[in-house]
């Protein structure tokens, strides 16, 4: 079995959501807010609530409440499309969700002074990270320590990876890749949809995957 | 006084590794060592009663064992600083409010006599609530951390009680809200802490069906028909009048009883004349149940929620909600009014649903009591969205990393 040089590292992260002083009443108004809110408000309503949203119709909280609170469905499916995999810093994201509804609303002027049902207040993630003291050198180690993580620990090394390394990649990848030498493998663990899947599927997944390279 | 958290058989934070896996509760005792040595005061009105008092008992043996050492803080007051303060409550809530000058003179009073008896020394100082607000000003030098944890819905408040608390609310160096809905804007940073159920807890625990029965039989309650109940305290913003109206309603399409089932807490004045209400509004309909549960009840609440086929939460104005939380582990069809942070947990027509009126109550009752499949479906999907948001070992996690990002900001 391949032995990395260097340890793959596992992380324990949390983070608390601290509540933002702006809040949009309307279409026209969540443009206006998406362009100011900080970074880390960006990240929460997409990259992080990809965590916590498995019984509303998408991940994204700005396309979930263009649909249920605005009842803009149309708009919703796509700024659900956008796809945050595609992005490997806030800028471009923030561009994309911001170039979405300021297209509908430039179709529909009438519609985006309407108001929603409720607001949407921004909020933000605050990250808190300690090294938890597990380290795996071998593809058995590493989905071992996979097993042993929380699901917030694990949304930090292979999703909002992506940003920390402005890759299109996650952090078991990265390692596989540079330290086993493993592109191919590397390759499809990016693959896996961390979109429609929780995370306890996605686990399963990515450990089932790596078990599947290492008994080779 | 400072108060004993630790009520029935002591739970151990590995005893929660069944609910919510190993690994979540290592990474606890992970960040829970990165705080070793500092100390927690956390301060409140009341030692029972109500969904405060509850969570403390919870939490703070969790944080003794993880080794943050925290001391629970009760303080005292005399009858009239606890209807200043329940005037204060409903006013906050946005209910009319007609006090005096010396109502605040009364509160600043007994504030400052709690601060004289409590010597609030610890690094993290944690304080539920408005009636204990004032006491930020026995903060003194070197600075500990003064944290504001607001368990009410500050949307609508009465300006002229927010305007007198808040300067007290912004000496602090931060605030915990149950939902971005309560804030008011605040120049202190402001956190969203959902409140949280102990699944272990006399209240929550699995039951066997024979005890379940039992409760029911002792309240002389039918379990071969259908049971709609409302567990809390008698007070007018719960609306047990409005649920009992909207029972009177479904009653005339469906055989069913109505139980309210509740108490009331020591910080509470009102509970009594709201009780009589009730009575009032119930007549001689021997279907309804008004039991008036003494603060203990754990067991008996646990076994009425998990005996009723639906789950009501008529509030006309809520901070969060913890009855809907126990419902909806118990995965129980929960009809809760779209208020406070009851929009957190009952996720309309998934995992129960919202209503605005009585007789919105009464159509959703009637609807579940004819759907029982899609009634089932909904308290699967409660119990499931409870697991994942609404569990002590999450709220226990969130303090240790806020004291953990305040530690990380002091230290610089």
Known sequence: ?216 | MTTEASPGRALHLDDYAAVVGQPEVDEIRAIAHYLRGKRVQMVNSTAVGGGVAEILARLIPLMEEVGVPTRWEVMTGGSEFFAVTKAFHNALHGAPYDGVKEWFDEFLATNEENQRRIKLDADYVVIHDPQPVAMIRSRGVPRNHWIWRCHIDLSQPNPDVWSFLRPFVERYDASLFSSPEFTQGLSIPQYQFAPTIDPLADKNKELEPEYVQSVFDRFGIDTKRPIVTQISRFDRLKDPVGVIKAYQIVRKYADCQLVLAGGSASDDPEGNAVLLEAREAAGNDPDIHLLNLPPWSYLEINALQRGSTIMVQKSLREGFGLTVTEALWKKKPVIAGAVGGILLQVLHKITGMLVHSVEGCAYQIRYLLANPEMAKRMGENGHEHVKENFLLTANLKRYLILFSILSRSTKG
Request: proline share 3%; with cysteine; glycine share 4%.
């Open chain 1, 1 to 216: 079995m391949r032995q990395a040089k260097n340890p793959f590292q596992f992380i324990a992260a949390s983070y608390l959501i601290k509540i933002g002083r702006e809040r949009a009443h309307t279409l026209a108004e969540l443009a206006t807010c998406l362009k100011e809110v900080p970074d880390g408000s960006i990240f929460y309503h997409t990259f992080q609530s990809l965590e916590e949203h498995h019984y509303t119709a998408f991940s994204s909280e700005f396309a979930q409440w263009v649909m249920a609170a605005c009842n803009q469905t149309a708009l919703a499916e796509r700024l659900a499309a956008i796809d945050v995999a595609d992005f490997v810093s806030i800028d471009g994201l923030r561009t994309a969700l911001v170039t979405a509804i300021e297209e509908h609303n430039a179709r529909h002027p009438n519609w985006q002074n309407n108001v929603a049902f409720e607001p949407f207040y921004f909020c933000e993630g605050v990250e808190f990270t300690l090294p938890l003291g597990m380290r795996a050198t071998t593809l058995t180690e590493l989905a071992d320590g996979i097993c042993k993580l929380s699901l917030q620990s694990l949304h930090h090394h292979f999703i909002s990876s992506r940003l920390r390394l402005h890759l299109k990649t996650n952090d078991f990848s990265h390692w596989i890749e540079n330290e086993l030498d493993l592109p191919e493998l590397a390759a499809t663990l990016n693959r896996l949809d961390f979109h429609t899947s929780t995370l306890d599927g996605l686990r399963d997944d990515i450990e089932t995957t790596i078990r599947g390279w290492a008994a080779r």
